[in-house]
Structure formats: structure tokens, C-alpha cells
């Protein structure tokens, strides 16, 4: 049984893109920077994943520095490696070629006292696409409130 505490979920890309797939995959980190994460100090909003020489980095993912961690400490916004299999690589190269698709990370949690990350493999979404989905939100909350209210007589 795998025990999975959430640090952080990126909201924004839900919002942003549509979300093809979804892949878990372990990511590279110093001491300090695993400390920072369990105190919950990270931001996802502005990350992306990017695939160079066969090897897939997240950038612009902000982790706070330690407050302990002195010298020890990273730059919070450096690039940070992802753990995966060359035939995961090797799939998502075919997939990020074609146009408008793109690598984001939506979670950052422990699972077994380890860090994973889950990345998606997204298409973004079009203003009208965003405000479709706001439209179609907006409709089921006010048809889940009038079944409550029926309900309740």
C-alpha cells in the first residue's frame, strides 16, 4: 500500500491546457531542497518540463531555500532533473514534436518518503475553450444547487 502525501498541486494548468496524458516520474534534488518540501515551500504555477539530450529537466520550479540549510542551500529556481526510463523519453520526444503540445508538472507529493512528480503532456486551451469550461462549471453548480434545494422539500 503506497502512502502519498500531497506538497503541491499546479491548479493553473488544469485551467490553462488540456490534459492528454499523465506520467509519474521521480525527480532529482538536494538535501536541503527535499527539507523545503516537506514544509510545503514550493510554487508549480510558471513550471515546465523540457526534453534536452535525452534527459527531461523541470525549470522554473521555485523551491524556497531551507531556512537551516546555509551554504548547503540551491538556487530555488534551478533546473531539476526527472527520473525516467529511455523508452518514456524516447516517447515523449515524439509526442512534445508534434505542434502544441508541451511537458507541465500538475503534482509534487511523497509517495514512500520519496518525492515523485507527476508531469502531463498537455495542448493548450484557446480563451473561448476556457470560458466554455468556466460556462459548463458554472451550469453544473447551479443544477447540483437546485437538486438540493428540490430534494430538501
Known amino acids: 500500500m503506497d502512502s502519498i502525501k ?17 506520467i509519474e516520474c521521480g525527480i532529482s534534488l538536494a538535501g536541503t531542497e527535499v527539507k523545503s518540501l516537506r514544509e510545503g515551500k514550493v510554487n508549480l504555477k510558471e513550471a ?20 537551516k540549510g546555509n551554504i548547503f542551500n540551491k538556487d530555488p529556481l534551478r ?11 524516447r516517447r515523449l520526444i515524439g509526442q512534445t514534436k508534434e505542434k502544441g503540445f508541451s511537458l507541465v508538472p500538475t503534482k509534487l507529493y511523497f509517495k514512500n518518503s520519496k ?11 484557446k480563451d473561448y475553450d476556457k470560458r466554455e469550461a468556466i460556462a459548463k462549471k458554472d451550469a453544473d453548480r447551479s443544477m447540483d444547487r437546485k437538486i438540493k434545494e428540490f430534494n430538501q422539500r
Open 6 to 22: 500531497l506538497i503541491s498541486q499546479n491548479k493553473k494548468a488544469w485551467h490553462d491546457y488540456f490534459i492528454i496524458e499523465t
Open 48 to 67: 515546465y518540463a523540457q526534453i534536452q539530450n535525452g534527459e527531461v529537466f523541470v525549470k522554473q520550479m521555485h523551491i524556497s531555500p531551507f531556512e
Open 79 to 89: 533546473e531539476r532533473k526527472l527520473l525516467l526510463h529511455k523508452s518514456e523519453i
Open 115 to 125: 518525492v515523485k512528480i507527476e508531469i502531463a503532456l498537455v495542448k493548450g486551451k
